[in-house]
């Protein structure tokens, strides 16, 4: 089996908001070749449930999906995803099946039900200043490929923090939802390895993208065409087509997904060096973190 069999590479822009519609997701899809990514239904206002219905019932077999977001929570650092909680899960598919059966009645794949857990808000910095007790105090705890996104210049947030603008906590806790719901429909890299068919999903970074195509971590973001067919031109892209003013979910997500049909096909990023067994099946890693 090779990376190379893939021939359709989706990046997802995702939100952990409140309520059901967001202008924070964005799906973006480019094929084999250099065309430019193309925004999945333009215009469109998505749901987490939509996306998961696309992911579900959509997916060629020859699938790459990027999602923005954390798959899974810290653990090696404390051989636990929830220290001293008894009934904390093992591996990763099992949180993500714990999150799902508590917050099972709460709508559009929230995740307030588990922050606000009598046994698990403790680990979590939630808004009001209410930071439990194992927290673990200052940025919070951190998996081992968010230490490899920092070297690489990037800032990343703990997925217990569920303060700040730039949190991705309650994105990721969501996302671990979708996870769960999809099953067997698709694979999640590197917590399933690599099979040799199927759609796969793994985590990305958009900023990461951003860097690739020439960019700062400091200034990742783009807002206009011209500065996504810049990032596109340089990615080995036709330009986009697109003029004027664009939010930044739909800029990440159409070069992101530029920048995952080429990196799919370098064996380095499938092969992180820290990337051990453990850190597979718990906390997953962030493709493209060297």
Known sequence: MTPTRFGHFIAIDWSGAAGE?????????????TAAPQIVRP???????????????????????????????????????????????????????????????????????????????????????????????????????????????????????????????????????????????ASVWPVDGLPAKGPVICEIYTTIAAMAAGRTASRSKMRSAAEVDEALVALGSTPSGLSGSLDDHTCDALVTAAWLRNAAHDPRLWHPRELSDEIARTEGWTFGAL
């Not at 699938?63 to 636990?80: E, H, Q, Y």
């Not at 009645?105 to 606000?116: K, T, Y």
Request: hydrophobic content about 35%.
């Open 43 to 185: 215009g469109h206002r998505w749901s987490r449930e939509e996306v998961l219905c696309y992911l579900r019932d959509e997916l060629p077999d020859d699938t790459l999906v990027g999602m923005d977001l954390g798959i899974s929570l810290p653990f090696v650092d404390r051989d636990s995803f929830f220290p001293g909680w008894s009934q904390s899960p093992a591996t990763a598919r099992e949180l993500w099946a714990l999150i799902d059966t508590i917050c099972a009645n709460e709508p559009h794949l929230g995740v307030s039900a588990l922050v606000d857990h009598p046994d698990l808000s403790g680990y979590f910095r939630r808004h009001g200043g209410r930071e439990g007790e194992h927290f673990g105090g200052g940025q919070g705890r951190f998996r081992a490929t968010e230490v490899a996104q920092r070297r690489l210049g990037c800032k990343p947030y703990s997925n217990f923090n569920l303060v700040g603008a730039a949190q991705v906590g309650k994105s990721s806790l969501s996302g671990m939802r979708l996870l769960h719901r999809l099953g067997n429909r």
């Open 21 to 33: 519609r967001h202008k924070g997701i964005a799906l973006a899809l480019a094929t084999r070749g």
